[in-house]
């Protein structure tokens, strides 16, 4: 999948929210971590996001949060029964880690957020 370029100087008008996920491409040899980087950019600074990492469109949902905007999050397993799936948020920055990556690890990866009111 690709990512477009943003415009440097455009702001989200009040409601708005801009997700950008970076690198858009990563090839990793087996036993390699892998980080997958998602930007959120809210107009708002007291905004509470659900943000859901699903592998190959939409078929599996591998973590699922509510994040503060302005509140770190330390690297956390997402479920209990997938260690070597870790979730961190350092805002405006959230980093989907892949530790040990094996095989049934390939695939696409979307970063999906969404604005709670």
């Known amino acids: 999948w690709g990512v477009s370029p943003r ?9 708005a929210l801009r997700v950008i996920q970076d690198p858009s491409k990563v090839q990793v040899t087996a036993g390699d971590n892998v980080a997958l980087g998602c930007q959120v950019e809210v107009a ?3 905004a509470l996001l659900r943000m859901e990492w699903v ?25 209990p029964h997938a260690p070597r799936v870790q979730l961190a948020w350092q805002p405006p920055w959230a980093t989907l880690s892949l530790l040990r990556a094996q095989g049934n690890d390939s ?11």
């Open 7 to 15: 415009d440097p100087g455009a702001v989200p008008t009040v409601g």
């Open 44 to 46: 708002e600074s007291k």
């Open 107 to 117: 695939g696409r990866y979307l970063c999906r957020v969404t604005l709670e009111i």
């Open 55 to 79: 592998k190959d469109g939409g078929l599996g949902v591998l973590c699922d949060t509510r994040l503060q905007l302005v509140t770190p999050m330390p690297p956390t397993p997402c479920v």
